[in-house]
């Protein structure tokens, strides 16, 4: 194998020249979940963080592509030599050595821009663009021996291509999951340049589809990596409490050598060590029982623990919490004792006058800790889609319970089987990165979508996924519920068949917002559910734009408004027997491009409790008192790994 270190130098590979996968030059999606993954298929690479390899995070140089002009001809055939942004030539050099050359774009030359973060944050004229994007960078590299490198990007909006010296290596379609390719055979000794095509274009039989209620955030949102590992290398490692007392592992091993080999898991604290060798397809699970005295993971005592995962020439360290989640009829049980979840919803949307979707660590931390701290939360529904590991991992420190979901949202195309296979993926993207966070309760597989055959075989097929993806979670789905007025009483009925498959059944409930029923009506609405299961309302509330107020009139979109619906609307909580939990929507207000009120939205959903800047409104103090009350009356949980059924207890 040759490699010439010159940026315009052609590796020797024998690969065929590079195009523009359809999904680009199209806007169309993926036929199935392996076309829309591309050779991410077979690369999990958890915890990436955690190894070695150079962080691509930074300047980067970026080329608008509203016509798609590097995508393809204008008379539909593939992008001509000059228009191609991927192809590995410097452009100046190649004008200057030869007058008749032509070429419509420099990446060389074009605007710079510090990624992660979405492209609104580029420049203001790129606020509301949705297209296509072209980001460039240069790295030097060094090929090590037998070892391997995988380009890993945390996450892009929403569709994009990846080329790595000019080659085209993989695709991948969703905004919010990680995808690596592994690059061994195309890096150089010397220079390097990764080309990322992003296009946040979304079709009907997308996942989302086009019509959301927040802001698309196209670009490159999470950090990009070139990792480095063995030849054989630990790609997924899974560790937890079983509701049987015992701590089961598994590590499923990359590479030529993964069969047959030795694989141990070691915890620290109270010194356990799990050890077997891996079968025929480099897969290994082993448990054994938990050690006397093990510190559970809870919001009161948010215990972690470090845990090694190694295998002959591979190690990956983590910190894990263990902890177990079940229910018994309508009672959800955190480490056998009931709980209720004090809960507030997100977006992935950091405090600022501008967010761009750049969660770092101190942007994360900042969200989470108004919730846990401000608000006496103990719970966040993480929406509508899957959040930054930075985020579920702050989480596991501060001690608050996650709902993770992905977007399946309003008007999916449930009988699309294209549409079905991303959504399948993306779930166990999400899943695979995340199941050894131990505040993660609930999977959710989505989201106010209406009753019907093939939406309601289209969620049943995810649910069935998660079961068979981590049987330590919960399943939920945030549902519609149909309203009747019986004895002039107004009853709200659950009967979404879709709740024969949850483990907890949720609800979003907008009496006094989206309706016309006064405020003081809310507390004697009844509510009914056809099944013995615990209930979450996952999302309830009001606008408020802050600092208008009316207090005479509790006209919509005033801060007493805001404060009045949210009293009335714990009141009728308060008389729901199975109720569980409760997530209102939320906690700042974040941008949506179709609330558009001149004067109380200008492009914000305004239901937060705080300003998109952290400042509270009135009704922010409502909740915050009525979680600290409800703190108060929470029955005692110690810390033992004893799983007991508790006595019921009306919350």
Request: proline fraction near 7%.
């Amino acid at each position: 194998m040759t490699f010439n270190p010159t940026r315009r130098g052609c590796i020797a590979l024998g690969l065929a020249s590079a195009s523009l996968p359809p999904s680009l030059a199209t806007a169309q999606p993926a036929p199935d979940a392996a076309a829309s993954r591309g050779a991410a298929a077979s690369v999990i690479l958890v915890n990436a963080a955690a190894r070695p390899g150079v962080g691509l995070s930074g300047a980067w140089r970026y080329s608008i592509d509203p016509y798609r002009d590097g995508a393809e001809g204008f008379h539909g055939a593939a992008a001509g030599k000059g228009h191609r942004r991927y192809d590995d030539v410097d452009v100046e050099t190649e004008m200057r050595d030869d007058p008749s050359a032509l070429y419509e774009y420099d990446m060389a030359q074009s605007p710079t821009a510090d990624l992660p973060g979405a492209w609104m944050g580029h420049d203001p004229q790129l606020r509301h663009y949705q297209g296509l994007m072209w980001y460039r960078r240069d790295f030097e590299a060094r090929r090590a021996g037998s070892r391997r490198a995988h380009l890993r990007i945390g996450a892009a909006d929403y569709r994009t291509a990846v080329y790595l010296n000019g080659v085209h290596v993989g695709d991948h379609e969703g905004g919010h999951t990680p995808f690596a390719f592994d690059v061994t055979a195309l890096l150089r000794d010397g220079l390097n340049s990764v080309t990322l095509g992003v296009d946040s274009v979304r079709s009907p039989a997308s996942v989302p589809p086009p019509v959301t209620d927040w802001e698309t955030y196209g670009g490159v949102t999470r950090d990009i990596a070139l990792i480095d590992t063995p030849a054989t290398f630990i790609d997924d490692a899974w560790v937890r409490l079983a509701p049987n007392g015992r701590i089961v592992a598994t590590i499923v091993l990359n590479g030529p050598d993964r069969a047959g080999r030795t694989v141990r898991v070691r915890i620290g604290g109270p010194g356990m060590t799990l050890e077997g060798r891996t079968d025929q397809n480099g897969e290994w699970t082993g448990s054994g029982p938990a050690p006397r005295g093990l510190a559970l993971w809870s919001p009161e005592a948010p215990t972690l623990h470090d845990v090694d995962f190694e295998a002959d020439g591979d190690r990956l360290s983590d910190r894990v919490g263990f902890r177990t989640i079940a229910v018994s009829g309508e009672d959800i049980l955190l480490n056998g004792h009931p709980v209720f979840l004090r809960g507030i919803c997100l977006h992935e949307e950091e405090f600022g006058p501008d967010p761009a979707r750049i969660i770092t660590p101190e942007a994360a931390r900042a969200l989470l800790s108004e919730a846990k701290t401000g608000l006496n939360c103990n719970f966040v529904r993480l929406a509508h889609y899957p959040h930054s590991e930075i985020m579920t991992r702050i989480a596991d420190e501060l001690g608050l319970l996650v709902w993770s979901e992905v977007p399946v949202y309003w008007r999916v195309d449930f009988a699309n089987a294209g549409t079905l296979a991303t959504a399948r993926a993306m779930l166990a993207d999400n899943i695979r990165r995340d199941r050894n966070r131990a505040s993660i309760i609930l999977w959710s597989v989505g989201n106010e979508t209406p009753v019907g055959d093939a939406r309601n075989a289209f969620l049943t097929t995810l649910a069935r996924d998660v079961r068979a993806l981590d049987d330590s979670r919960l399943v939920t789905a945030a549902l519609l519920t149909e309203r009747d007025r019986r004895n002039g009483v107004t009853e709200i009925r659950i009967s979404d068949p879709l709740v024969a498959e949850l483990d907890v059944m949720a609800v979003n409930t907008y009496n006094g917002w989206y309706s016309d029923d006064p405020l003081d009506a809310l507390p004697a609405m009844r509510w009914r559910s056809d099944f013995a299961k615990p209930l979450i309302f996952s999302e309830f509330g009001a606008d408020a734009s802050a600092g208008f107020r009316d207090p005479m009139r509790l006209r919509k979109f005033s801060e007493e408004f805001q404060a009045e619906y949210y009293r009335q609307t714990l009141a009728m909580a308060e008389s729901i027997p199975f109720l569980r939990g409760l997530s209102p929507w939320i906690l700042k207000d974040f941008r949506s491009p179709r609330r558009q009120h001149p004067v109380f939205q200008k492009g914000w959903n305004r239901k937060g409790l705080v300003t998109e800047t952290g400042r509270r409104k009135q009704a922010f103090a409502v909740l915050a008192d009525h979680y600290a009350r409800l703190a108060a009356l929470a029955p005692a949980a110690p810390g033992d790994p004893g799983f007991r059924t508790p006595r019921r207890r009306s919350f």
